[in-house]
């Protein structure tokens, strides 16, 4: 099994609606993130928890939420979603000992229509 | 404002030579540097790291230099072998700011490595 897990791998979903995106780890790491990739953009952090009672907005947060659950899930939400949050998502975990050596999830791949 | 950039969107490069990927950053608190390598479907993983107490850390086949005073890193390949091609990003933070910190990306460059 794969240490970050992100569901789904794809998904497709109309504007307006609301969708979640989740992640899990068996790292055993404190810290988790999102980021979404878009092409000549590069990954931009959208939000970042360094424990489960603690989070934070990164860059680009408008538009979406994060739910810290318990130390090993971290989820993203777009309460209502429109064309331009169409991007490769990525989740994200490190703890303080690793020298910031994220370790990242395959990715969910996620069009608006 | 881009803190991190990339300004190569890709690099094509023959077998057995030097890959040579750029980045430069604008924040002068940054102070730790990173590389990672995506390939098509996959997440971004650690490839490379270098402290600003230094100018050159090497594991194997890559190295990076650091050129603080012109807020500049790179990072070589050699020699280059068809399974480098992917998406390299280079990352930079503020270790020296707490644990409150986190990496900031480059927006990437795609190495071709022709066989």
């Known amino acids: 099994d794969a240490d970050v897990t992100q569901t789904p791998r794809n998904r497709i979903t109309k504007t307006g609606k609301r969708i979640m995106l989740e992640c899990s780890q068996t790292?055993?790491?404190?810290?988790m993130y999102w980021y979404r990739q878009d092409p000549g953009l590069g990954l931009r952090l959208i939000y970042y928890s360094f424990d489960v009672k603690d989070i934070n907005k990164g860059e680009i947060s408008d538009g979406y939420s994060v739910s810290r659950q318990a130390q090993a899930k971290f989820s993203l939400s777009l309460e209502s979603a429109i064309p331009n949050q169409t991007a490769l998502y990525f989740c994200?975990?490190?703890?303080?000992?690793?020298?910031?050596?994220?370790?990242f999830g395959s990715g969910t791949r996620l069009t608006v229509v | 404002d881009q803190q991190v950039k990339q300004n190569s969107p890709s690099l094509s490069v023959q077998e057995g030579r030097i890959s040579i990927l750029n980045c430069d950053y604008t924040?002068?608190?940054?102070?730790?540097f990173l590389w990672y390598k995506k390939y098509p479907a996959e997440g971004p993983t650690f490839l490379i790291s270098?402290?600003?107490i230094k100018d050159k850390n090497e594991d194997g086949r890559f190295t990076v230099f650091l050129n603080k005073s012109a807020k500049h890193l790179s990072l070589h390949i050699v020699p280059s072998q068809p399974g480098d091609s992917a998406v390299y990003f280079c990352a930079a933070t503020s270790w020296g700011g707490g644990a409150t910190n986190k990496l900031i990306f480059g927006t990437g460059t795609l190495l071709a490595v022709q066989p």
């Open positions: 924040n002068s608190m940054f102070d730790y």
């Open positions: 270098i402290s600003s």
């Open positions: 790292k055993g790491h404190d810290r």
């Open positions: 994200a975990t490190s703890d303080f000992a690793t020298n910031y050596g994220y370790t």
